[in-house]
Structure formats: C-alpha cells, structure tokens
C-alpha cells in the first residue's frame, strides 16, 4: 500500500488584480494545511471555485517539502467586476428603465456573455416598443489596476416605426388578403395600442414566414421560396414601415395515381370510396394525412385495431403530379371484453357507463369509442376524459378503458351586480350539475342530476328559483326536470308592477342527430298591481290576479363550439305554445304561439379571433275562444340590452292611448354582429339590430321597422360574459326614438 501524502502549507496567490478576498477562496476549498492530501478532492476544489463565476483561470502547483509532504500554491486569476453598467444613447427610454431589462449589476463577475445577451434583450425591448431600426452594441471600460470594468450600452434609437402596410410580390395564385389573415404581423390599427400590433418585431415576422410557405404548401406550392433576406423595408415617410414579401411560388402539385398496398381485407375499389384526395386534385399535405386518420377509422370501426397505414408519395418532376400510396399493415379483429373506469371518485361509474356507445361483447369499434369520449366530455363532469383499448390474455379481445379526471362540477356564487335596466341587484345561487338527492356522505354528488338554486333582490325586480332535472329517467335517455319560481318587476312599465309565480314540468330527449325534443307543462299566475292612476283602460282590465295553464313543445339544434364567446356553429329552435281551453286557468290567458330563433356563427379571421354572428328571431301568438285579446305581459316588444340595442327597453311595441307599449302579437327580429379581440379577454364589436313589433297576429309586414346600430365591448368577468353596447338609432316611430342608449348586462344573447 503506497504511502499517504500529507499538505504542508496552502498559499493562495492571485494573478493580476486581487478584487477578491482570500477567505472566499479558502470557503470553497476543501483540502487543508496538515491534512491527506487528495487529487479527488483538489479536482473537486477547483471545480467548485470556477463555479463561483469570480475567476477567469486557476491553477495549483505542487512544492515538495519532503518525500511525504507538498506544499499547495493555488494561483487564481480573477475575473474582472463590474464597477457600474452605463446607457448611452438613449434618449427615448430613461436609463432606469433600462436596468430593469438587463441582467449585469455592480460589483458582480464580469461576463461578457451575460453582456452579449442583455444586449440583445435591449434590442428585443425596444423593437416591442415600436423601435425596429434599433441597434444596440457594448463595450467594456477596464481598469486593470483596480480590476473593474465598466459596461456601456450604446444605443442607436430610431425612429418609433408603425406598419403602414404590408404587401407581397409574386403572389399569383393566393390573394393578399388570404395571406395577410395567416400572419401575425398587422399593419398598424385604432386599437394597436392595446393589442400590441402594428409595430415590427424580428422572431414574430421569421415565425410569419414560415405560416407563409406553410400556407403556400397547402395550397399545393411545395416548391415555394419566400426568402428573408428578399423582404424589402420601405419607408416613404417617418416612423412609417412599408413591408413587401417577395414570392416564388414555384408549381403547383396535383394528386397523380391513387394507390392501395397490402390491404386484404377491403377491396382498393372501397377504399378509393373511403378518402378525399382524387387523382386530379390540388396536393394539399394536410388533407392526405387526414384520409390516413380516415382509413385508420374505416379499419378501426370494424375492430382492426392494430391497422397502420403509411404514406408514400412519389413525384413526377415531368407532369407535376404526386403519385400516392397507401401501404395498409392489417391487423386482427378485436372485440370488447369489458369496461374498465378509472378515476371517478365523485361520480357513479353507471353515469359514465350509461353515456358509452359501445359494450362488452361488441366489435370494438374506433368510432363508437371517440362517440363515446365526445359524450362523456360533453357531460362537463370531468376536466379530461381518455378513452382507449387495452390488451387482455384472452385472443380478439381487447378491454375498453376510460380514464377520467373529474372537474369542479358545484358552485356557490353570491354578490351584486347591475344593469342598464335597474340600479343595483343583490344575489346569490347555488348549482350542481352533478347532483345526487339520495348521496348525503358524498354531499349530494355523483349521480348526473342538475340542481339549481337562485334568489335575487334588486332594486325594481326580485327573483326566487328552484329547478332540479334527472336526465336518465329509469335509466332511459330521457330527462325529467321541474322548477319552481317567483318573480317580481317594475321596469316592465311604469303604470303598474307585476309578480309572476308558478311551476313547470317538462321532459327533454335527443330526438334524431343533432336535434332535441322537450315536451313541457307550465302553471304560473299572474299579478298586476300598485296600477296608476292615468293609466289606460287596457291595462286596468288585467288588474289582479290571473292564472295561466300551458303546455310547450320546444324542437332545438346546437352545434355551437362553446355556448359562451361563441366562434362556429349554429342554434335553431322553434317553440309552440299552448294555453288556456282544456288546460284551464283564466279565460284571458286563452291563446298559442309559435316561435322560432336561430343564430350562426362565422370565424373570419383566426387573428384576433374574428367572428361573424347573425340572429333571426320570430314569432306569433294569437287568442282564441272567450278572450277577446292577449294579455300585454305575453306579448311581443323589442328594445333594450337584447334586442334593438339603439332602444329603450319595451319602447319598440304598438301603444295604447296614453302612450304607454302594450305589446304586440306579431314580430321580427335580426342582428349582425362583428366581433374581435382587442386584448385578452376584452373583445370590440360592432353591430346593426333591425326588428318590428305588429298589432295583429301573423302580420309580419316590417314596414314599421325599427333599426339601429353601434359598438360595444364584452369582457368576462368572474366567468361570467359582460356586454357593454352603445346604440345609435337609425330607424324608428316617433315615441321611441328617445336618442343614443347605452346598455350593459350579463350573459349571452341569442
């Protein structure tokens, strides 16, 4: 065994200036005077003085003592510190500001790599600021002696530039405004000052770039070149960019020969049925990746699990066209042994069993599995739901399995708010969508039923509601729902105040594809009191109380993507009414009305989220037998936050001879909004609202319309959408045009 060596002596001796003291190196240093001396350990001593980031080279010598001895010499030489960080040139931005985007401070270790990056995050900061012709360099002032440096930022400014326009060079086949949408970079606009466009910015127009020649391959230009270094900057006027992207757009690539290999199973002649792309079509790369997923499915709805299928293209430089085939692996034919659920603390797994489209025992269908993932997900129990097969020991047999993760499904929500209609409103309310009436350990949850509770108290209206809703009745899909309620209001008319009380009961099933059915049975009566004196005959008449017993049947069809902040899809929904005759109640609420709505939306841009939406409503109610009209409170009016947004409240109605809106038993309504993102998550719309309200029923003669138009914000406040609309009436009778109206409420309008 060889013999230990032992440290005599450690001398630390520094190389250049000395700016650091000699504890700090002994702090990070391990071996010790009379002690084993060790190469690992000394390794590790100098690797952790570099990382201290105080020293530039260090390096130990040996000096033997005796033939058992060393002393140490560790010769460090430090690196420079920063004795102050300068800006120079900056005019425009005050210095202070500055710092704050740097990471080099006094009296740390000099790096002149941390340097070179603050430099760049200067030029960053500034190009956000609208500053692009910004160039930003560094130096270093050394004092050798003292073994400090000073950094210096020298900035040249600019001009502050706003995007005049953005145009394009050699783009024959796709149109300027197209690609203009697929980009980031705007020209400068009224609100660029909250969204943060309008000025250049490097990395986000080198991204741009890139969406262009994506864009371009998917119109089938695969050869296309859009070089960087050909975009031209023009500027024809101070602060004022001009962009121009030049463009080689090169051929376009057609589908050639459409192919299949290795599919035994299904003949080529189906599966040539099964995707899009035609010999003959513009190669579009997305869209064939598409008709893999489709052939993936086509396999997978008849148990072929395993199916992969690969695509080969093959060029032909001559004729421009791009041979495809489909190479098919086949795979076995599986079946659904059993139904394994994961992660439903909450919910009982017969709510998520009774959603699924497929059961053991079945072929084990691809497409019936995202039907069913689709169901589950659209119960809004679960924060994520994964639907997949998983192997079993038993051939042709695979399980199915869906693994949840369940989401926040009660809420109890209470405060005040306000609207354009009345001053100040108090409430609180209590839901669950997931609720159990029988599950008290488990705080009524887990079953799927809904329960609503809601009291409000504002300063012209009241509300209580209670509604509850079992969407399996005897485990069928078939829901059976009730509420009861009771509301008061003035705002309704200033002659008189009324109370509405009763309850409904309904039963709701999804019919045929996308349609639903809901049949219901509504018993509610009707106050009017606190009359006043100068009001006319026609609402002294309903003065008390008078019941009204209906049934509704309501046909609806939802493809909307999200209820609220709505981008695509449509709402139709036709609802008849009804009441009075046979059902009862008083001889005054005898009368049927039909009503139809619908709404469509249309994304426009995917840049700030640009929307088109259009609302169409109509609608009649007529009376019959022993009463003589309709009752005012069930008549038609428009005006106000959801509808002619130009008008009051009610004023937009047939009026009685002192003036005051009655109603009427006819009307027609549309709106076209346009809607956009300023910033996250406030939106700007502009919009035009056009309706009329007729006397008689089934009169839909608009020539006494009322129109109007304006702008407004939606922002979300605790969740909730918030509208504020200015209107500007256009259109309109004489008694309601009362001038501009601002309106703002809560929820969504359809």
Do not use: C
């Not at 000699?22 to 003085?49: K, T």
């Not at 770039?209 to 119109?219: F, H, N, P, T």
């Not at 900057?233 to 690539?253: D, K, Q, S």
């Not at 009017?528 to 209906?550: K, Y």
């Amino acid at each position: 065994m060889a013999p230990a060596y032992k440290v005599g002596t450690v001398t630390i001796k520094f190389v250049g200036t000395a700016n650091v003291n000699e504890q700090v190196v002994r702090a990070n240093m391990q071996i010790r005077e009379g002690g084993e001396f060790d190469e690992v350990i000394l390794d590790r001593d100098i690797r952790s003085l570099y990382r201290t980031g105080l020293f530039e080279f260090i390096e130990v010598k040996h000096e033997a003592v005796d033939a058992q001895t060393f002393n140490l010499v560790v010769e460090v030489t430090p690196k420079f510190r920063v004795l102050a960080v300068r800006f120079e040139g900056n005019t425009k931005v005050k210095s202070n500001r500055l710092e704050k985007e740097v990471k080099v401070k006094s009296n740390q270790a000099l790096d002149e790599r941390q340097i070179k990056e603050d430099a760049e995050k200067l030029r960053e900061y500034y190009q956000k600021a609208g500053y692009n012709q910004v160039s930003v360099n560094y130096s270093v002032e050394k004092d050798r002696v003292g073994g400090f440096g000073t950094v210096i930022f020298k900035i040249r400014e600019g001009e502050k530039v706003r995007i005049g326009e953005i145009a394009f060079a050699g783009n024959k086949s796709v149109p300027a405004r197209k690609l203009r949408g697929a980009i980031e970079t705007k020209k400068w606009w009224i609100f660029s000052w909250l969204t943060g466009s309008g000025r250049f910015k490097d990395d986000q127009f080198e991204d741009d770039l890139d969406k262009l020649r994506d864009l371009y391959r998917e119109e089938g230009f695969l050869d296309v070149e859009i070089p960087q270094d050909k975009v031209q900057f023009n500027y024809p006027a101070p602060g004022r960019l001009v962009l121009v992207v030049n463009i080689v757009e090169g051929r376009r690539y057609r589908v050639g020969e459409v192919s299949f290999s290795g599919n035994k199973l299904f003949p080529s002649t189906l599966l040539k049925r099964v995707v899009r792309q035609k010999t003959g079509v513009v190669f579009v790369p997305s869209k064939l990746d598409k008709d893999v997923e489709r052939l993936d499915d086509f396999y997978g709805k008849d148990g072929y699990l395993d199916t992969r299928v690969r695509l080969n293209r093959k060029p032909n430089v001559t004729t421009g066209a791009i041979d495809v085939e489909y190479v098919i692996a086949e795979g076995e034919k599986f079946s659904v042994e059993s139904i394994v659920i994961e992660g439903n603390t909450k919910t009982k797994s017969t709510v998520l069993l009774r959603e699924l489209v497929l059961g053991p025992g079945d072929v084990f269908s691809t497409v019936l599995m995202k039907i069913s993932q689709l169901r589950l997900e659209n119960t809004r129990f679960f924060e994520s739901v994964n639907v997949n097969h998983q192997e079993t020991n038993i051939p042709g047999r695979r399980n199915m399995r869906i693994a949840v993760r369940e989401g926040r499904t009660g809420n109890l929500t209470f405060g005040a708010g306000f609207s354009s209609l009345e001053r100040a409103t108090l409430f609180a309310e209590v839901s669950q969508s997931n609720f159990d009436i029988f599950n008290r350990r488990s705080f009524f949850q887990g079953d799927g039923q809904k329960f609503r509770l809601r009291m409000q108290l504002g300063s012209l209206s009241s509300e209580v509601v209670l509604s509850f809703e079992e969407p399996w009745l005897f485990q069928r899909q078939l829901a059976l729902g009730f509420s009861v309620f009771r509301t008061s209001s003035e705002y309704n008319s200033t002659f008189y105040s009324q109370i509405q009380t009763g309850f409904e009961v309904y039963l709701r099933k999804h019919l045929f594809e996308l349609w639903n059915g809901r049949l219901s049975y509504t018993y509610e009566v009707f106050d009017i009191n606190n009359i006043s004196p100068s009001a006319s005959a026609v609402i002294r008449a309903l003065e008390g109380s008078n019941a009204s017993s209906s049934i509704g049947f309501q046909l609806e069809r939802d493809t909307r993507d999200k209820i609220i902040n709505t981008t695509s899809g449509n709402r139709v929904e036709v609802n008849l009414r009804f009441a009075g005759g046979p059902l009862g109640g008083s001889n005054i609420n005898n009368n049927y009305s039909v009503e139809f709505r619908g709404s469509q939306f249309f994304p426009i841009f995917e840049t700030q989220a640009q929307v088109l939406s259009l609302i169409a409503r109509g609608g009649v109610i007529q009376n019959f037998g022993d009463s003589n009209d309709v009752p005012y409170y069930n008549k038609y009016y428009l005006g106000g936050p959801q509808t002619l947004r130009g008008f009051e409240f009610r004023e937009v109605s047939p009026r009685d001879p002192f003036n005051e809106p009655i109603g009427g038993k006819t009307y027609g309504f549309f709106s076209a909004e346009y809607s956009a993102d300023i910033v996250s998550p406030i939106r700007f719309a502009i919009f035009y609202d056009a309706g009329f309200v007729n006397k008689g029923a089934y009169d839909f003669n608009p020539s006494k319309y009322h129109d109007n138009f304006g702008f407004g914000l939606r922002l979300f406040v605790a969740g909730a959408p918030l509208s504020l609309d200015f209107g500007i009436p256009i259109t309109g009778s004489k008694e309601a045009m009362k001038g501009n109206q601002f309106n703002f409420s809560f929820g969504t309008r359809f």
